[in-house]
Structures are given as structure tokens and as C-alpha cells.
């Protein structure tokens, strides 16, 4: 039991390892925990700042007004950005889908033909159908991912 208490009292104590500077012979600027000169070396003061991050008892009120309108500003155009994605992705589905059907047309039939306005039918050459499989195939490989 005392063996823990001291060892409590060693871990919670405050580690007041100093940081000094000294110039050597040659004019070399070094910092260390250790000086090798004491009589030369300077003990380096270090203030800690504990008014940072964003909270209602820290810092400026207005530096903490900037800092939160600026991540509002990031999560709108977050949330533009994943939107705008949703619909490009809705829409490349929707014309994926639509070259498919009708790549799987155009393949399923033995002749394609169009409709003049008039209501003839002109029928499509092989390569013409040759063709329009290749400009069918190029759209499904842009849209279908």
C-alpha cells in the first residue's frame, strides 16, 4: 500500500524539467534540458496559453464569432457539395439506365429503323447499326460506373 501511495504521489507531480539556450565557442545557438555551461546557458521561459479553441469561456467574443461563422460556412458548402453530388449521381443513372435499354434494343432486334415525320420507315444499315452500338456503348461506359 505505501509503495502505491508514493508512486501515486511520483505520477501526479508536476515534471519541472527546465529548457535552456547557450551559444558554445563557435557561436552555435543550442537548447537543451541540460545545459553543458551554466554559467552561459539562459533558462527559456515558456507561457502557456490556455485561451485557445472555441468555447464560450475562452478567447475574443469576436474571434470566437469569426471562428464559428467560418466552420457554418464549411458545413453549408459541405452540404452543397453532397447534394450536388446526389443529383449528378441521380442523373447519370438515369441516362445509364437509358443507354442500356436502349443498347439492349438495338441489339435484341435484327433490323433498327427510324420514322420520317410523314410515318415511313427507313431501315438502318450494319453500319450504321454498327455505329450506334459503338455511340451507345461509349455513353454506358461514361454514365454506368
Given at each position: 500500500m505505501k509503495k502505491l501511495i508514493v508512486l501515486l504521489i511520483i505520477i501526479s507531480s508536476p515534471v519541472s524539467a527546465g529548457i535552456y539556450t547557450w551559444t558554445d565557442n563557435n557561436g552555435n545557438v543550442h537548447f537543451g534540458d541540460k545545459p553543458v555551461d551554466t554559467n552561459s546557458a539562459t533558462e527559456v521561459k515558456i507561457s502557456i496559453n490556455k485561451n485557445t479553441g472555441v468555447t464560450n469561456s475562452s478567447g475574443n467574443k469576436a474571434d470566437r464569432e469569426y471562428l464559428l461563422k467560418k466552420i457554418d460556412e464549411e458545413k453549408q458548402d459541405d452540404a452543397e457539395k453532397k447534394k450536388e453530388k446526389i443529383a449528378l449521381n441521380k442523373k447519370n443513372k438515369k441516362l445509364c439506365d437509358n443507354y442500356k435499354r436502349r443498347y439492349q434494343s438495338l441489339t435484341q432486334s435484327n433490323k433498327s429503323y427510324t420514322?420520317?415525320?410523314?410515318?415511313?420507315?427507313?431501315?438502318?444499315?450494319?453500319?450504321?447499326?454498327?455505329?450506334?452500338?459503338?455511340?451507345?456503348?461509349?455513353?454506358?461506359?461514361?454514365?454506368?460506373?
Open positions: 420514322m420520317s415525320p410523314d410515318g415511313e420507315r427507313t431501315y438502318q444499315s450494319d453500319e450504321q447499326r454498327a455505329s450506334r452500338k459503338k455511340d451507345l456503348s461509349k455513353g454506358i461506359s461514361k454514365y454506368c460506373h
